[in-house]
């Protein structure tokens, strides 16, 4: 069988898979552009997102591994055969989205990035912050990724809300909630991060009037997926300091375009869809890579890690 695996890492990924894979012929590209016309004999495909051209050269291909935890930028592609299976690397991502989301946190709370013009500046200016110590949070999506969140909200000695489709009991969350509790939650909480994927369910779910109501105080952290937020809602709420700002790393349309009201609001801090990224990554992925290709080459395909059913 052959595999193919488009990614910057690519090399990388191939030298730990091909002496544990003989069977496998492996080939490494960094860009649709540089797979040549292997696409057009490849197996199994390894990727985090490609262009409809370049899916419709996939004749062959039976597996698509996501090295991603979504799978939308494959799915929503009209093409796409409905007999591909198609798997992710959910739940490898819990360290460096935490982490990036007390990077916002942080520095919205203690206006870092004003401290960082003040440097640029030669400028010696102090002032009182706000502490994340005993504040409240609000978790949309107490997966994998919120519950690391959860548990290291508190080190900080936070109180934490979380909220999930069906509202149950978890570990390092201290107060549960149901979708309807929603608006509950954003009116008591400090901060409040949406973790939550794209779906038909979550495109939108946080608009005008959820945005209202959060407290003046509070802040708002998006890292889930940009079209779960109404943008044009939380521009306004930004723009009229109806809450007290923003940390972004997640847009409607990426790159966020240059037009976007959102680069020059002083209350937002914006990273360019970074959350997931690490400097470890591939060494992340790859204990899924592996045993999903040790599960599809026996046959054991609906067995797969992070299996999508999403033919249906």
Same mark, same amino acid.
């Given at each position: ?60 291909? =039976? ?14 592609? +009209? ?28 520095? $919205? ?11 640029? =500046? ?9 502490? $994340? ?50 608006? =509950? ?15 038909? =369910? ?52 990426? +790159? ?30 790859? +204990? ?25």
């Amino acid at each position: 069988m052959k595999l193919l695996i488009l990614n910057e890492e690519a090399e990388y990924i191939k030298s730990v898979l091909e002496p544990k894979f003989p069977e496998l012929t492996i080939h490494a590209a960094s860009s649709e552009s540089k797979a040549g016309s292997f696409i057009n004999e490849a197996d199994i495909m390894m990727a985090v997102k490609v262009s409809e051209e370049f899916i419709n050269k996939a004749v062959k291909v =039976q597996w698509i591994q996501s090295l991603i935890s979504g799978v939308d930028f494959f799915i929503t592609i +009209p093409s796409l055969r409905k007999d591909i299976i198609i798997s992710s690397t959910r739940g490898i991502h819990g360290p460096q989205m935490s982490e990036i989301a007390f990077l916002l946190m942080l520095s $919205l709370n203690r206006g870092f990035v004003k401290n960082i013009e003040n440097q640029k =500046q030669k400028v010696w200016d102090r002032w009182p912050t706000k502490l $994340l110590y005993k504040k409240k949070v609000g978790i949309l999506g107490v997966g994998v990724i919120g519950k690391e969140i959860a548990r290291k909200c508190k080190a900080f000695e936070m109180t934490v809300h979380g909220i999930t489709s069906v509202k149950r009991e978890t570990e390092f969350v201290d107060f549960p909630h149901g979708p309807d509790e929603l608006k =509950q939650v954003l009116s008591e909480v400090d901060y409040f991060i949406c973790m939550v994927p794209s779906s038909a =369910q979550t495109r939108k779910m946080i608009g005008a009037e959820e945005l209202a109501a959060m407290k003046p105080s509070a802040f708002f952290i998006s890292m889930g997926r940009g079209d779960t937020i109404d943008e044009e809602a939380l521009i306004n709420v930004l723009k009229t300091k109806k809450i007290a700002g923003a940390g972004l790393d997640v847009f409607e349309t990426e +790159p966020l375009p240059a037009d976007s009201p959102l680069w020059e609001l002083d209350n937002v801090i914006i990273t360019p869809h970074i959350g997931g990224m690490s400097d470890i990554y591939s060494d992340q992925v790859l +204990p899924i890579l592996e045993e999903n290709l040790r599960r599809f080459l026996k046959g054991e395909r609906r067995d797969l890690i992070n299996f999508i059913e999403w033919q249906k």
